[in-house]
Protein backbone atom coordinates (compact mmCIF):
# COMPACT_ATOMS: atom_id res chain seq x y z
CA UNK A 1 0.00 0.00 0.00
CA UNK A 2 1.70 3.32 -1.21
CA UNK A 3 1.85 6.28 1.00
CA UNK A 4 1.37 8.63 -1.88
CA UNK A 5 -2.12 6.65 -2.23
CA UNK A 6 -3.41 7.43 1.02
CA UNK A 7 -2.47 10.45 0.71
CA UNK A 8 -4.68 11.64 -2.33
CA UNK A 9 -7.50 9.35 -0.67
CA UNK A 10 -7.42 11.24 2.40
CA UNK A 11 -6.97 14.70 -0.13
CA UNK A 12 -10.32 13.75 -1.47
CA UNK A 13 -12.12 13.07 1.37
CA UNK A 14 -11.32 16.39 2.66
CA UNK A 15 -11.89 18.14 -0.25
CA UNK A 16 -14.49 16.28 -1.61
CA UNK A 17 -13.35 16.31 -5.09
CA UNK A 18 -11.63 14.75 -6.91
CA UNK A 19 -10.68 17.51 -9.62
CA UNK A 20 -9.40 20.10 -6.31
CA UNK A 21 -7.45 17.14 -5.01
CA UNK A 22 -5.46 16.89 -7.94
CA UNK A 23 -4.70 20.63 -8.48
CA UNK A 24 -3.69 20.94 -4.51
CA UNK A 25 -1.68 17.90 -4.93
CA UNK A 26 -0.10 18.88 -8.48
CA UNK A 27 -1.49 16.15 -10.15
CA UNK A 28 -3.45 15.60 -12.94
CA UNK A 29 -6.87 14.33 -12.56
CA UNK A 30 -6.39 10.94 -14.62
CA UNK A 31 -3.36 10.29 -11.64
CA UNK A 32 -6.01 11.30 -8.77
CA UNK A 33 -7.84 8.45 -10.32
CA UNK A 34 -5.46 6.06 -11.01
CA UNK A 35 -4.35 6.05 -6.90
CA UNK A 36 -8.26 5.35 -5.73
CA UNK A 37 -8.05 2.59 -8.88
CA UNK A 38 -4.70 1.01 -7.19
CA UNK A 39 -6.34 1.30 -3.86
CA UNK A 40 -9.44 -0.93 -4.54
CA UNK A 41 -7.69 -3.32 -6.48
CA UNK A 42 -5.51 -3.92 -3.94
CA UNK A 43 -8.13 -3.79 -1.11
CA UNK A 44 -10.55 -5.59 -3.12
CA UNK A 45 -13.22 -3.42 -2.21
CA UNK A 46 -14.93 0.01 -3.87
CA UNK A 47 -13.54 2.78 -1.21
CA UNK A 48 -16.61 5.60 -3.11
CA UNK A 49 -19.72 4.83 -4.11
CA UNK A 50 -20.52 6.69 -7.49
CA UNK A 51 -23.34 8.22 -8.92
CA UNK A 52 -22.05 10.02 -12.09
CA UNK A 53 -20.07 12.77 -11.09
CA UNK A 54 -21.33 12.31 -7.41
CA UNK A 55 -19.78 10.49 -4.69
CA UNK A 56 -19.90 9.44 -1.00
CA UNK A 57 -17.50 6.90 1.32
CA UNK A 58 -18.22 3.47 0.67
CA UNK A 59 -18.42 1.62 4.40
CA UNK A 60 -14.96 0.44 3.66
CA UNK A 61 -13.77 3.91 2.50
CA UNK A 62 -15.08 5.30 5.98
CA UNK A 63 -12.85 2.42 7.48
CA UNK A 64 -10.02 2.76 5.59
CA UNK A 65 -9.99 6.88 6.24
CA UNK A 66 -9.32 6.26 9.98
CA UNK A 67 -6.77 3.86 9.68
CA UNK A 68 -4.86 6.00 6.62
CA UNK A 69 -5.19 9.11 8.82
CA UNK A 70 -3.29 7.52 11.52
CA UNK A 71 -0.52 6.38 9.27
CA UNK A 72 -0.13 9.19 7.70
CA UNK A 73 0.40 10.52 10.84
CA UNK A 74 2.84 8.26 12.30
CA UNK A 75 4.65 8.84 8.32
CA UNK A 76 5.13 12.35 9.36
CA UNK A 77 5.98 12.11 13.01
CA UNK A 78 8.60 10.12 11.60
CA UNK A 79 9.53 12.23 8.75
CA UNK A 80 10.22 14.88 11.39
CA UNK A 81 11.87 13.34 14.06
CA UNK A 82 14.49 11.31 12.16
CA UNK A 83 15.27 14.32 9.58
CA UNK A 84 15.28 16.68 12.63
CA UNK A 85 13.77 19.38 10.36
CA UNK A 86 13.95 23.06 12.25
CA UNK A 87 11.92 24.62 9.76
CA UNK A 88 8.20 23.31 10.02
CA UNK A 89 7.14 22.05 7.02
CA UNK A 90 3.54 20.01 5.65
CA UNK A 91 0.49 20.31 6.07
CA UNK A 92 -1.79 22.24 8.99
CA UNK A 93 -5.66 21.68 9.58
CA UNK A 94 -7.45 24.24 11.43
CA UNK A 95 -10.93 23.58 12.14
CA UNK A 96 -12.44 26.97 13.29
CA UNK A 97 -15.91 29.00 13.42
CA UNK A 98 -16.77 31.77 11.41
CA UNK A 99 -16.77 35.06 13.06
CA UNK A 100 -13.08 33.85 14.36
CA UNK A 101 -12.12 32.72 10.28
CA UNK A 102 -13.49 36.14 9.41
CA UNK A 103 -12.43 38.62 12.46
CA UNK A 104 -9.52 37.55 13.81
CA UNK A 105 -7.71 35.13 11.66
CA UNK A 106 -6.57 36.95 8.97
CA UNK A 107 -3.89 38.91 10.57
CA UNK A 108 -2.46 36.01 12.49
CA UNK A 109 -2.27 33.87 9.55
CA UNK A 110 -0.86 36.77 7.51
CA UNK A 111 2.11 36.62 9.57
CA UNK A 112 2.46 32.79 10.41
CA UNK A 113 2.90 32.16 6.30
CA UNK A 114 5.10 34.83 5.92
CA UNK A 115 7.87 32.74 8.39
CA UNK A 116 6.44 29.53 7.58
CA UNK A 117 6.56 29.32 3.84
CA UNK A 118 7.10 25.43 3.45
CA UNK A 119 3.90 24.95 5.43
CA UNK A 120 0.42 24.50 3.84
CA UNK A 121 -2.40 25.57 5.56
CA UNK A 122 -6.22 24.38 5.18
CA UNK A 123 -8.73 25.97 6.83
CA UNK A 124 -12.04 24.31 7.83
CA UNK A 125 -14.95 26.64 8.67
CA UNK A 126 -17.93 24.72 10.86
CA UNK A 127 -19.74 25.32 14.20
CA UNK A 128 -18.35 24.08 16.96
CA UNK A 129 -19.85 20.46 17.57
CA UNK A 130 -18.81 20.03 14.09
CA UNK A 131 -15.12 21.31 14.59
CA UNK A 132 -15.39 19.19 18.03
CA UNK A 133 -15.80 15.79 15.97
CA UNK A 134 -13.28 16.91 13.37
CA UNK A 135 -10.94 16.98 16.41
CA UNK A 136 -11.16 14.23 18.12
CA UNK A 137 -11.75 11.89 14.33
CA UNK A 138 -8.20 13.53 13.67
CA UNK A 139 -9.43 15.82 10.63
CA UNK A 140 -7.58 18.65 12.01
CA UNK A 141 -4.71 19.55 13.93
CA UNK A 142 -5.97 22.30 15.83
CA UNK A 143 -9.81 23.72 16.75
CA UNK A 144 -10.70 27.54 17.67
CA UNK A 145 -13.84 28.42 18.61
CA UNK A 146 -16.04 30.39 21.19
CA UNK A 147 -17.44 29.21 23.48
CA UNK A 148 -18.41 28.21 26.92
CA UNK A 149 -15.31 26.49 28.56
CA UNK A 150 -14.75 23.28 26.39
CA UNK A 151 -12.74 19.94 28.36
CA UNK A 152 -12.23 16.46 27.37
CA UNK A 153 -9.02 14.53 29.48
CA UNK A 154 -7.59 14.20 25.99
CA UNK A 155 -7.60 17.64 25.21
CA UNK A 156 -5.45 20.45 25.52
CA UNK A 157 -6.06 24.33 25.66
CA UNK A 158 -3.36 26.26 24.36
CA UNK A 159 -4.88 29.67 24.48
CA UNK A 160 -7.93 30.98 26.23
CA UNK A 161 -9.56 34.68 26.39
CA UNK A 162 -12.64 35.86 27.57
CA UNK A 163 -14.97 37.89 25.26
CA UNK A 164 -18.24 40.12 25.68
CA UNK A 165 -21.80 38.93 23.37
CA UNK A 166 -22.81 42.70 22.87
CA UNK A 167 -26.26 43.59 22.23
CA UNK A 168 -26.46 45.99 19.69
CA UNK A 169 -28.64 48.50 17.45
CA UNK A 170 -28.32 50.77 14.33
CA UNK A 171 -27.30 54.29 15.93
CA UNK A 172 -30.54 55.90 14.90
CA UNK A 173 -32.70 53.12 17.01
CA UNK A 174 -34.57 54.72 19.66
CA UNK A 175 -32.41 52.08 21.85
CA UNK A 176 -29.51 53.67 21.40
CA UNK A 177 -30.89 57.32 22.99
CA UNK A 178 -31.60 54.67 26.22
CA UNK A 179 -29.10 54.04 29.20
CA UNK A 180 -30.62 50.59 29.71
CA UNK A 181 -33.53 48.24 28.68
CA UNK A 182 -34.77 44.79 30.01
CA UNK A 183 -34.38 42.02 27.91
CA UNK A 184 -38.10 41.32 27.54
CA UNK A 185 -37.87 45.25 25.85
CA UNK A 186 -35.27 43.84 23.99
CA UNK A 187 -36.38 40.38 22.77
CA UNK A 188 -39.69 42.01 20.89
CA UNK A 189 -37.69 43.57 18.42
CA UNK A 190 -36.90 41.86 15.57
CA UNK A 191 -33.99 40.07 16.30
CA UNK A 192 -31.41 39.28 13.62
CA UNK A 193 -30.21 35.82 14.29
CA UNK A 194 -27.21 33.66 13.37
CA UNK A 195 -28.06 30.24 12.30
CA UNK A 196 -29.43 27.22 15.18
CA UNK A 197 -26.30 26.00 16.18
CA UNK A 198 -24.21 28.95 17.00
CA UNK A 199 -23.12 28.83 20.57
CA UNK A 200 -23.55 32.73 21.73
CA UNK A 201 -27.37 32.90 19.70
CA UNK A 202 -27.98 29.12 22.28
CA UNK A 203 -26.84 31.55 24.69
CA UNK A 204 -29.32 34.13 24.47
CA UNK A 205 -32.00 31.90 23.68
CA UNK A 206 -31.39 30.13 27.08
CA UNK A 207 -31.55 33.25 28.86
CA UNK A 208 -34.70 34.11 27.47
CA UNK A 209 -35.97 30.59 28.54
CA UNK A 210 -34.73 31.39 31.77
CA UNK A 211 -37.21 34.55 31.43
CA UNK A 212 -40.41 32.86 29.75
CA UNK A 213 -39.35 35.22 26.92
CA UNK A 214 -39.77 34.54 23.30
CA UNK A 215 -37.59 36.61 21.15
CA UNK A 216 -39.44 37.93 17.83
CA UNK A 217 -37.54 37.38 15.38
CA UNK A 218 -38.34 37.13 11.06
CA UNK A 219 -34.50 36.82 9.76
CA UNK A 220 -32.02 34.09 10.23
CA UNK A 221 -28.68 34.84 8.72
CA UNK A 222 -25.97 32.62 8.42
CA UNK A 223 -22.69 35.32 7.31
CA UNK A 224 -21.73 37.68 10.32
CA UNK A 225 -21.09 40.51 8.03
CA UNK A 226 -24.39 40.35 6.84
CA UNK A 227 -25.72 40.23 10.08
CA UNK A 228 -23.93 43.82 11.03
CA UNK A 229 -25.22 45.34 7.60
CA UNK A 230 -28.48 44.79 8.21
CA UNK A 231 -28.47 45.99 11.73
CA UNK A 232 -26.80 49.00 10.95
CA UNK A 233 -29.68 49.61 8.03
CA UNK A 234 -32.03 49.45 11.09
CA UNK A 235 -33.56 46.20 9.71
CA UNK A 236 -33.17 44.93 13.50
CA UNK A 237 -31.38 44.45 16.54
CA UNK A 238 -28.95 41.54 17.47
CA UNK A 239 -26.11 40.14 19.28
CA UNK A 240 -22.27 39.69 18.23
CA UNK A 241 -19.30 39.14 19.75
CA UNK A 242 -17.64 42.57 20.48
CA UNK A 243 -14.18 41.40 18.30
CA UNK A 244 -16.82 41.61 14.95
CA UNK A 245 -18.29 44.68 16.06
CA UNK A 246 -15.55 47.18 17.34
CA UNK A 247 -15.25 49.50 14.61
CA UNK A 248 -18.87 50.17 13.69
CA UNK A 249 -19.12 50.85 17.37
CA UNK A 250 -15.77 53.38 17.24
CA UNK A 251 -17.36 54.71 14.21
CA UNK A 252 -20.89 55.36 15.64
CA UNK A 253 -22.91 53.40 13.12
CA UNK A 254 -23.58 50.87 16.05
CA UNK A 255 -24.88 51.32 19.35
CA UNK A 256 -23.79 48.91 22.21
CA UNK A 257 -27.11 48.14 24.56
CA UNK A 258 -26.82 48.10 28.00
CA UNK A 259 -29.52 44.89 28.60
CA UNK A 260 -30.16 44.44 32.21
CA UNK A 261 -29.16 41.45 34.04
CA UNK A 262 -28.44 39.44 30.47
CA UNK A 263 -24.53 39.53 30.25
CA UNK A 264 -23.09 37.05 27.78
CA UNK A 265 -19.87 36.02 27.81
CA UNK A 266 -17.95 33.44 25.91
CA UNK A 267 -14.24 31.90 25.67
CA UNK A 268 -12.21 32.34 22.28
CA UNK A 269 -9.92 29.28 22.65
CA UNK A 270 -7.44 27.06 20.81
CA UNK A 271 -7.42 23.62 21.58
CA UNK A 272 -5.51 20.49 20.62
CA UNK A 273 -4.84 17.00 21.07
CA UNK A 274 -2.61 15.36 23.50
CA UNK A 275 -3.17 12.06 22.56
CA UNK A 276 -1.65 12.29 19.01
CA UNK A 277 1.12 13.88 17.77
CA UNK A 278 2.13 17.39 17.21
CA UNK A 279 3.71 18.43 13.80
CA UNK A 280 6.43 21.28 14.15
CA UNK A 281 3.79 23.13 11.95
CA UNK A 282 1.00 22.97 14.49
CA UNK A 283 3.62 23.92 17.28
CA UNK A 284 4.80 27.22 15.71
CA UNK A 285 1.01 27.64 14.76
CA UNK A 286 -0.02 27.69 18.67
CA UNK A 287 3.50 29.53 19.75
CA UNK A 288 2.53 32.79 17.73
CA UNK A 289 -1.37 32.53 18.60
CA UNK A 290 -1.76 35.86 20.02
CA UNK A 291 -5.24 37.62 19.68
Same mark, same amino acid.
Given at each position: ???R???T???????G????????????Q???????Q????????????????RFS?S?K?????????NILA???E?T?????A??????L????I???S??L??????????????V???IK?A????IM???N??????????D??? /???N??C??R????I????S???????? /?DI?????AK??????E?L?? /??N?F?T????????PN???E???T??II?YT??????T?L???????????KT?????V?DS???MEI??I /??????????????I????I
Amino acid at each position: MEIRNLQTFVHICDNGSFSKTAENLGYTQSTVSSHIQQLENELGVPLFNRNGKRFSLSIKGKELLYYARNILAQVNEATSVVTDASTPCGELRIGVIETISTYLLPPILEKYLITNQNVKVYIKTATTLEIMDMLNKGEIDIMITLDDLL /YTPNWVCAFRKSTPIRYLCSATHPFAKR /YDISLQEFAKENVLMTEKLCN /YRNSFETLCNLHHIIPNSNLEIGCTQTIIDYTKKGLGVTILPEFTVTPFIENKTLSVINVRDSEIEMEIQLI /YRNDIWLSPAAKEFISEFQI
